[in-house]
């Protein structure tokens, strides 16, 4: 019992020691802190797929009421803003050229008289090719505001309509989507970079030499390192968090209590994958450069930016071993679905599969790898 | 020039060469890491929703019915999947296997004889990308299903209604690859920067090298030149595998002319590199210069340059943000080098945006370096 006591005590020692260094200095605290808040608010604002603003240009060669109509409910959207009228189809490709506008349209002479007579009158919509994903949603938008217009102006209404609702995100708002990911995605990232620093900054300034002839073992030492940094990052996991609950006012449905469960397991295979590096590494540089080398991957492959189903088979098995895919899932399902534990558990186990390899690797790397 | 300075700018860069080559890790993520993440971006990265799985239950029978959802199959956009009930295909939503569920009414042919049938879509919200992209393919295919009908029947549809002909400028079949990969090149360019080089001067300060340096001849201005003259060759590395994989690895096309996309993309390499050794310079401190060069070089790059989220949709004081990162400028410049060809009002006018970094940054860096102990 006893020396169970001592046992916890000596990592209890180590963890202070550990947290000391971190928050001590107030530079290190700023690093620490200053930027999950920054980023959450930066990322939530900036980071959007919805279209809000779609400048456009307008060739009106027909000038009849029909497409006065038709622009009148474009700008009645609220989402589409007249840039330019211009007279000429070369002005159309200046417009696009310079970025100033994301789409044209082009009204043809005959369009007047075309809808008149009962023909169908096409309308030219030029994109911005340039992020087709913006375009290819503006285009959609077109169309649907085109198809409103045919509806009330012929009166045809198509023999099916479609009834559609969006489940756990109403609005379809891309914020909603993106801002749970990043409670798991921005504290990953400097976490996983603590844990790499850690111990090759004590291999670099010669105390991990002392800390090895202490009567900590390997494993008190891996606990006592991987402790604070998991704090680190449910601390920047909790300021995210915050910042999308009350300031971006996501609502949260599932249980913050099974959140913070998966964000501990997360974190831990992040810290595992961390310390690995950092034991690996001979110095410093090494380590941060290794942490980079692979951060960027995991970022790319979690399902942050693109979805996963969209990647090719092969890769797809790789995200197996990224700890971020099955991190963020977890915090997506539980936040905006409300999962209940029965179901995420299938994502925790890739996690522990991470952490149980990498953490003991890392407590054998210590002993095994002087350099 | 004065020979002196040759001499020692030589000496320096001889150092600093060697100093790169010998470290491994460096080699790995100058050269390894772009070549992965080249790759990465080419296949792995996509917006374009294919496949994408969704329940149809069938609660009529009718042939009518089927025929509606027949025309599911057929999209390269959906891959339908039946499910026996409303509670099975929630059950399926909830576990993540589809993304929506599409539910034909009991009365569908009842209704559709009345004029006024109506389809269920319902979506997972989640990803609300995919969600958008589900339901424009779903409403195609009922309009084609519709438009079909109506030629059956002979009645004439689309009697003097306005039909839009889109035409995707710059990127014509509209495959999100096509504008990821020149991202790509502004990624990578920032990486290097921001990774090789914010470690140099804060290592030397910890190691007190730099206060040894101090006593000798060196002036500031070598000392930058020579951090940055390997670590540009590096970066010079990546632009070319960049633009090989993107010409003959993905057929991503380089409409503008491939000297000013080269001239362009060094520039934008000298402004990261800058950074990253003003970073250096100006933490002295390995593990701040990393979570620093990491948090305002490479982050921000990737979320508010304009790379995949469009800068328009976003509030006056984000764009505002993203104006000052020389990334924003350089990408919006690249893409259109890429896709739309030489605009030279946008390539001198983000040239000159960008040497102006350059020169700030590295006058800055110097600054860090002048000979005074705290």
């Not at chain 1, 092969?314 to 700890?323: R, S």
Request: proline letters at 5%; hydrophobic letters at 55%.
């Amino acid at each position: 019992m006893r020396d169970l006591v001592s046992y916890l005590l000596q990592i209890g020692f180590l963890c202070r020691k550990e947290l000391l260094a971190l928050f001590k200095e107030p530079a290190s605290r700023v690093i620490l802190i200053g930027p999950a808040l920054m980023q959450a608010l930066l990322f939530g604002y900036g980071a959007t797929y919805d279209l809000t603003n779609v400048p456009y240009a307008v060739l009106d060669q027909s000038r009849g009421a029909a497409a006065t109509e038709l622009l009148a409910r474009l700008d009645g959207t609220g989402v589409f803003h007249r840039q330019a009228t211009v007279a000429t189809p070369a002005q159309i490709a200046d417009a696009i050229d310079a970025g100033q506008v994301l789409l044209a349209l082009n009204i043809p002479p005959d369009f007047e008289a075309r809808l008149a007579s009962g023909r169908p009158a096409p309308l030219q919509v030029i994109l911005d090719g340039r992020n087709s994903t913006t375009a290819g949603l503006a285009a959609a938008y077109v169309g649907s505001v085109v198809g409103a217009y045919n509806a009330t102006r012929v009166g045809i209404v198509s023999p099916v309509s479609l009834e559609t609702r969006a489940w756990f995100n109403p609005n379809l708002e891309s914020r909603w989507n993106l801002m749970p990911a990043l409670i798991a995605a921005l504290s990953m990232l400097q976490t996983l970079l603590l844990a790499a620093l850690s111990v090759a900054r004590e291999r670099e300034q010669g105390t991990f030499d002392q800390l090895l002839v202490t009567p900590l073992t390997p494993m008190q030492i891996l606990v006592g390192k991987a402790l604070p940094a998991i704090f680190v990052g449910l601390l920047q996991s909790t300021i995210i968090f915050l910042i999308i609950r009350f300031w971006f006012q996501v609502p949260l449905h599932g249980s913050v209590w099974l959140l913070y469960l998966g964000l501990f397991t997360f974190t831990g295979a992040a810290v595992g994958i961390g310390l690995s590096i950092s034991a690996l590494a001979l110095n410093m540089q090494q380590a941060m450069l290794y942490a980079f080398l692979l951060i960027m991957p995991l970022m790319l492959l979690s399902g942050l930016l693109t979805p996963v189903r969209n990647m090719p088979e092969v890769l797809q098995i790789a995200t197996y071993a990224n700890p971020l895919r099955f991190g963020m899932e977890i915090v997506r399902r539980v936040y905006l679905e409300g999962a209940g534990f029965r179901d995420v558990a299938h994502n925790f186990l890739p996690l522990l599969g991470v952490a149980a390899v990498t953490l003991p690797l890392a407590a054998w790397l210590f002993r095994h790898r002087l350099a | 020039m004065a020979p002196g300075f040759v001499r020692r700018f030589l000496a320096l860069l001889r150092k600093e060469v060697r100093q790169l080559l010998r470290d491994r890790s460096n080699l790995a993520v100058g050269l390894l890491l772009p070549g992965a993440l080249i790759l990465l971006f080419g296949y792995g990265l996509s917006f374009d929703v294919t496949d994408a799985p969704i329940a149809v239950v069938m609660e009529d029978g009718s042939p009518t019915a089927r025929d509606v959802v027949a025309g599911f199959s057929g999209s390269r956009f959906l891959s339908p999947v039946p499910a026996g009930s409303m509670a099975d295909a929630e059950q399926r939503m909830v576990r993540g296997q589809v993304n929506a569920i599409v539910r034909v009414p009991a009365d569908f042919s009842r209704q559709l004889a009345a004029g006024n049938a109506r389809i269920q879509l319902v979506l997972n919200g989640v990803d609300s990308n995919t969600a958008n992209a589900v339901s424009g393919y779903v409403a195609g295919a009922l309009g084609v299903w519709a438009q079909r009908q109506a030629d059956r029947s002979g009645s004439r549809q689309l009697a003097g209604a306005v039909t839009v002909e889109q035409r995707m400028w710059f990127n014509e079949a509209g495959n999100s690859t096509w504008y990821l990969v020149p991202g790509l090149v502004v990624l990578i360019m920032t990486l290097t920067g921001a990774f090789l080089t914010s470690m140099l001067v804060a290592r030397e300060w910890e190691r007190g090298t730099l206060e040894a340096l101090f006593v000798t001849p060196v002036r500031p201005l070598e000392l930058v030149a020579a951090k940055l003259l390997p670590y540009f060759v590096v970066g010079a590395i990546d632009l070319a595998m960049c633009l090989l994989a993107a010409k003959f690895l993905f057929h991503v096309p380089i409409r503008g002319s491939l000297l000013v996309v080269i001239g362009t993309s060094l520039l934008y390499l000298l402004v990261s590199l800058a950074l990253g050794l003003f970073i250096s310079g100006m933490t002295r401190n390995q593990f701040q210069a990393s979570q620093v060069a990491l948090l305002a070089s490479f982050m921000p790059a990737m979320m508010l340059s304009g790379f995949v989220f469009d800068l328009r949709n976003v509030p006056v004081v984000i764009q505002g943000v993203s104006q000052v990162l020389p990334a924003t400028h350089f990408m919006g410049l690249v893409k259109t080098l890429f896709l739309a060809g030489d605009n030279w009002g946008m390539v001198w006018r983000t040239c000159l945006i960008l040497a102006l970094y350059a020169v700030v940054l590295i006058a800055a860096t110097r600054r860090t370096l002048r000979k005074k102990l705290d």
